[in-house]
């Protein structure tokens, strides 16, 4: 294994409680009533969102302000009707009770498998998928809060899982408790609760807990406003001067005493933890579980790739340890957002299944599933990410858009029988638009009607076209807000899907599978316009149009502008590939030929795609644990990234004209 076992931190210990929670509950229920008027315990207000921060406040002398803060960054004060995250987590509060929702998670399998994507070495066998989850007997502290709310409160667990308003109670009482564990009176200064909102971030982890009070100062100096996903408006005031206490700050660490984070490669902002993968020689011959390189010096990083886990955090973390899995640089916990790397990003992890987009990118795994829909992602998660992408986009000069920002499901297949097997996640329920705000890239529109190009943009909430598949094959998934679009063969509802031929070979339609990508454009992609009828937009996709509605008054895109690919002049149709790699004669003595086999689309004249990217065709020979062995192949052949459909695809310079849109 290369490198050594993560170094001993500081930690972070809570004093040994001299009380147990019944007491502690007793003694926070006890708190007298000040300020605004406010339900008694056990009786919390049901008369809006913003009334029950209030009323929450007031019973447990939290300020506002900290409760509305530590709520945003669980949950942007949503309620997801009562349904858990990923992490097990309810309500506006994400008050944790995971073996309850478990009984709620659909079947999984343990991630990405078979992920090297390389013809030239045996493919792997993948790991047995898990059916579901395993818990241990006794859960970490971020798993179960909504027990110790429910002692707190006298509510019962099951109103505070389903009740919004019961929801922020049992929150407030969780912060009260911490804040009276410390020995500290209910202050009304928002301030002096950093280390009690530390522990509510990071029960189990003090980086975890530091990051995630910083995150919570963060918005509340900055402000929030936003309509929640039952429709109520929920504001908190900004406080630009706002600063936690310099005193409980200075006990707990200060961001430059994070050693770990600073030793690994992580903004200082996230908390960030060593669980390395291994590079192990085993077998006849075989080695895993990522290879060695000295990027961006050999090899330039064009790509960072989103994916989910498709297990828990724990599941995950045992998976990367094992030498003969397959391997990513980084996982994201959903509850608080601590970040884990595990592949040096100078090296090359087996994460995408497409060997090309290994070679060239970084891959993130996010704790989550899939085709779970109401199993939700937290904003802490969405946050750490973003920060990690934004470190990672500056570091190897990788820009911020979705032609290099790409989920694992716009990964193309190298080959045509590659297609059907290539991954879908994040999936459609991953908030492409969100994210991208977090990451100061917003998509808005760059061009009038006539720019040539849109960039897929619905309203994530009420963009929930129909799916199907997320619990059993057939069964219609339960409704859910979408970051996709449907594409039809003509301008109506009533047409068929377009067709993959690639994924659907034998001549099949799309469907409305949740794992279906064959008729799907997804926020943040961009598209060259081939027709426009009324409401309705047609792309070029695959080789076809290919028509979304797009209601005035309702857009589900945004008008754009860019570069675009369109076949040479005399070409009636010109090949797609899956990978950018060099000519035969670039091979030297002992490398064998990499075929570039012709994706089964063909663009025929006159069509236009959106270009990602310019590159110069290579290919990165590690077929042994002799690292002596390894070599980088490099061609005359220039290649052009374009947004071939749901996937991207690649195109020869030597095929295409690029040209301005809209010209």
Not at 94 to 121: I, K, V
Request: proline share 8%; hydrophobic share 35%.
């Amino acid at each position: 294994m290369r490198g050594s076992a993560p170094e001993d931190e500081k930690r972070f210990h809570r004093p040994a409680l001299r009380r147990s929670v019944t007491a502690v509950a007793a003694a926070v229920l006890l708190l007298p009533l000040s300020g605004t008027p406010s339900a008694t315990a056990g009786q919390p207000r049901t008369d809006g969102l913003q009334q029950a921060f209030t009323d929450a406040a007031a019973r447990f002398h939290v300020p506002r302000s900290v409760l509305l803060g530590v709520s945003y960054l669980e949950s942007r004060w949503d309620g997801h009707g009562g349904a858990p995250s990923v992490s097990g987590g309810y309500g506006p509060m994400h008050l944790t009770d995971a073996r309850t929702a478990l009984a709620r998670t659909p079947e999984f399998s343990t991630g990405d498998q078979d992920a090297r994507g390389d013809d030239a070495r045996p493919r792997r066998k993948p790991a047995a998928p898990a059916k579901r989850a395993a818990l241990p007997a006794e859960l970490p502290a971020r798993l179960r809060t909504l027990a110790t709310a429910a002692e707190l409160t006298g509510l019962p667990a099951g109103k505070l899982r389903t009740d919004p308003a019961a929801n922020v109670l049992g929150g407030a009482a969780l912060l009260a408790a911490e804040q009276h564990r410390l020995g500290r009176s209910a202050s009304g200064d928002p301030a002096r609760w950093y280390t009690a909102v530390t522990r509510y971030g990071g029960q189990d982890d003090a980086r975890a807990g530091r990051a995630f009070a910083d995150e919570v100062y963060e918005v509340m100096r900055h402000g929030q406003s936003r309509t929640t996903d039952a429709g109520q408006r929920v504001t908190l005031a900004a406080s630009p001067r706002l600063a936690p206490d310099a005193a409980q700050q200075k006990r707990l660490g200060t961001p430059s005493d994070r050693g770990a984070a600073r030793k690994l490669e992580c903004p200082w902002t996230v908390a960030c933890e060593s669980v390395p993968a291994p590079y192990e020689e085993f077998g006849d011959g075989d080695y895993g579980n990522h290879d060695k390189a000295d990027r961006p010096e050999d090899q330039r990083v064009r790509a960072i790739v989103i994916h989910d886990t498709e297990g828990s955090w724990e599941t995950t973390l045992k998976l990367i340890k094992d030498p003969t899995y397959v391997s990513w640089n980084y996982t994201i916990r959903s509850s608080d957002g601590l970040i884990a790397q595990h592949v040096p990003t100078k090296d090359v992890a087996w994460h995408a299944g497409n060997w090309y987009i290994n070679s060239h990118s970084i891959g993130i795994e996010h704790e989550g599933f899939l085709a779970a829909p109401e199993a939700w992602y937290t904003e802490a998660m969405y946050r750490a990410s973003a920060r990690l992408v934004k470190y990672l986009s500056r570091k190897y000069d990788v820009p911020l858009d979705r032609q290099h920002i790409l989920g694992h499901d716009n990964v193309p297949g190298t080959t045509p029988a590659t297609i059907p097997g290539m991954h879908t996640d994040p999936g459609p329920y991953w908030d492409w638009a969100h994210y991208f705000t977090l990451l100061g890239k917003p998509f808005r529109a760059t061009a009038g009607a006539r720019g040539g190009l849109v960039t897929i943009r619905p309203d994530y909430d009420r963009n929930q076209p129909v799916y199907t598949g997320c619990a059993k094959p057939g069964d219609t998934c339960a409704p859910h807000g979408s970051t996709a679009v449907r594409l039809y063969t003509a301008p109506s509802e009533s047409a068929p899907l377009v067709r993959d031929v690639g994924l659907h070979p034998d001549g099949s339609d799309s469907t409305t599978g949740v794992n279906d990508t064959g008729a799907r454009a997804t926020t943040g992609q961009q598209f060259a316009v081939a027709d426009r009828d009324g409401d309705w937009t047609a792309i070029w996709y695959l080789g076809q149009r290919a028509w979304f509605r797009n209601p005035h008054g309702h857009r589900v895109a945004v008008n754009a502008k860019g570069l675009i690919a369109t076949p040479k002049d005399g070409r009636s149709e010109i090949p797609v590939y899956g990978r950018a790699y060099p000519e035969k004669e670039a091979y030297p003595a002992g490398v064998p030929y990499q075929s570039v086999s012709p994706l089964p689309y063909k663009l025929a004249a006159g069509q236009e795609y959106a270009v990602g990217g310019r590159m110069r065709g290579d290919y990165f020979y590690a077929p042994t644990f002799d690292v002596s062995k390894h070599a980088i192949v490099r061609g005359e052949d220039v290649y052009y990234e374009i947004q071939l459909g749901h996937r991207v695809g690649y195109v020869r310079a030597a095929d295409v004209e690029v040209r301005r849109s809209g010209s």
